[in-house]
């Protein structure tokens, strides 16, 4: 009996300092982060350093914009979504190429977004005109072109 307390202890142990480890890991890999959180998801720690997710914008400057009747093309994706990896490779180089400023808003950061800005699925693409949505894009098209077109339509409406 006094085995099974034993190893009963000592595996809890384990398991304790292997959430304490990753706990700290994951903290320590946030700290100095574009999101200002303490924490975030490990996910999103693995697109920390890809260049592809930079330009992010957070809920309250997005706010901000959008109640000063700004104009601004928004990217609504999750790290975790599959369809949101195949778009971001595709998209990225495209606006850059465009000259278009693409801000990217982390939903599995802010949650809050989904409802806030009505995102049934990612990725979405939205464009505010003067503070107010005018167009929106939803979900991956294999037929690159279709963003390119709906780029270029944002672009000419906020001319």
Request: net charge positive.
């Given at each position: 009996?006094?085995?099974?307390?034993?190893?009963?202890?000592?595996?809890?142990?384990?398991?304790?300092?292997?959430?304490?480890?990753?706990?700290?890991?994951?903290?320590?890999?946030?700290?100095?982060?574009?999101y200002g959180k303490d924490t975030l998801d490990p996910a999103t720690i693995k697109q920390l350093e890809d260049p592809n997710y930079g330009n992010q914008i957070l809920p309250d400057e997005l706010e901000s914009k959008l109640d000063n009747g700004e104009s601004i093309t928004v990217y609504f994706y999750d790290p975790k979504c599959p369809h949101c990896q195949e778009t971001t490779p595709v998209i990225v180089p495209m606006v850059d190429e465009m000259g278009l400023d693409l801000k990217k808003f982390n939903l599995l950061e802010f949650r809050d977004g989904w409802n806030k800005y009505g995102i049934e699925s990612t990725p979405t693409l939205i464009h505010f005109e003067n503070g107010e949505e005018v167009s929106r894009l939803v979900g991956y098209h294999p037929d690159h072109n279709e963003y390119k077109t709906w780029f270029?339509?944002?672009?000419?409406?906020s001319k």
């Open positions: 009996m006094k085995k099974v307390i034993i190893f009963t202890v000592i595996i809890v142990a384990i398991f304790g300092a292997l959430a304490f480890i990753t706990t700290t890991q994951n903290k320590q890999q946030a700290e100095g982060n574009p270029e339509a944002a672009m000419a409406s």
